[in-house]
């Protein structure tokens, strides 16, 4: 059992590493061409940090694990939200853009809505078949467009890019290669602890795989906090919820038909509701931004949902 738990945690340690060598050289390619932050928060950050969510989930899709896959997007989204954003804006007080609230937002609620819509009840379980995967795959190039055709692209950055692209090359390959390997031991140990503990799969996708998937959104957005890149910080939660949802959650029901119990449609409110809460908290103190207080509360809210999971079982 010992070894289970230290493949564990070095698969989330290779996951981590992983996600931040594929982050540095899709930013510096970015950089190359001129690319502002809120776009790349939003594109290539955001596919980077979502991209242990994406291994594990295919893992898991593939071994038919329903519950772990949906308790990891579910609570991802939660922790992105809740914890990451509760924690950067611990750290300063995280402005937030109008088109981020106006489109990209409520597109993340959107696709907490379409998990219910596209799923299909029967008795005690959903399942989201693979129709349901090729739609949030289509909507999800619907956002790409939005996220591309915006005004903000327009806005070109002047700073230099701190590697060349041989070196962004080696980022890249490297960190797909710490991601995979990483998301296959954090899958098969995750497991295996879960039934030896009598623990369902759902509990420790939303809580263990599910924090430790979204250790490189926290990394990444406090260290972009620190050095004054807000808006990477922001767009790099936003475009992760989006990115899981609509991309992970759809290529790995394209993969193989996902079946998780009803009580998962609670989960669901949840991440509605702590959305819903962001939302709000950009129109109550300072107009477009996360204060200090509000982000304290977020992360109580975290941490109340947390231990009510945990009760749950």
């Known amino acids: 059992m010992f070894f289970t738990y230290l493949l564990f945690a070095l698969g989330f340690a290779m996951l981590v590493k992983g996600a931040d060598w594929l982050v540095e050289g899709a930013v510096t390619f970015a950089r190359r061409f001129r690319i502002n932050e809120i776009t ?5 950050v955001a596919f980077g940090t979502s991209a242990p969510e994406l291994v594990v989930n295919v893992v898991s899709s593939i071994r038919a694990s329903g519950e772990l896959v949906v308790g990891n997007i579910i609570g991802s989204n939660i922790a992105n939200i809740a914890l990451v954003l509760g924690t950067a804006g611990i750290l300063a007080p995280l402005v937030i853009k109008k088109s981020l609230i106006k489109k ?26 693979r129709w349901g995967g090729g739609i949030l795959l289509v909507l999800f190039g619907v956002f790409l467009w939005l996220v591309w055709s915006s005004k903000e692209v327009e806005e070109k950055i002047k700073t230099k890019a701190k590697h060349n692209l041989g070196m962004a090359g080696f980022f890249i390959i490297g960190g797909l290669l710490g991601l995979g390997v990483g998301g296959e031991f954090v899958v098969s140990s995750a497991v295996k602890i879960a039934t030896n503990f009598g623990v369902s799969e759902k509990l420790i996708g939303l809580t263990l795989v599910a924090i430790g998937t979204s250790l490189p959104e926290l990394v990444t957005s406090a260290v ?40 998962t449609m609670v989960d669901l409110g949840v991440l509605v509701g702590i959305t819903m809460l962001l939302l709000l908290a950009t129109f109550t103190g300072k107009k477009y931004s996360l204060d ?9 809210a975290y941490f109340v949902y947390l231990g009510f999971a945990i009760w749950r079982g």
């Open 104 to 129: 990209e937002i409520p597109f993340g609620i959107l696709g907490a809505f379409l998990i219910y819509f596209l799923a299909v009840r029967n008795i005690e379980t959903f399942t989201l078949g």
């Open 292 to 300: 200090k207080w509000e982000a304290s509360m977020m992360l109580i």
């Open 40 to 44: 790349i928060g939003l594109t290539i």
């Open 224 to 263: 972009a906090v620190k050095r004054g890149r807000i808006d990477i910080a922001v767009g790099n939660v936003v475009g992760s919820n989006v990115f899981n949802i609509f991309w992970v959650l759809g290529f790995s029901a394209l993969i193989n038909p996902i079946s998780f119990a009803t009580n």
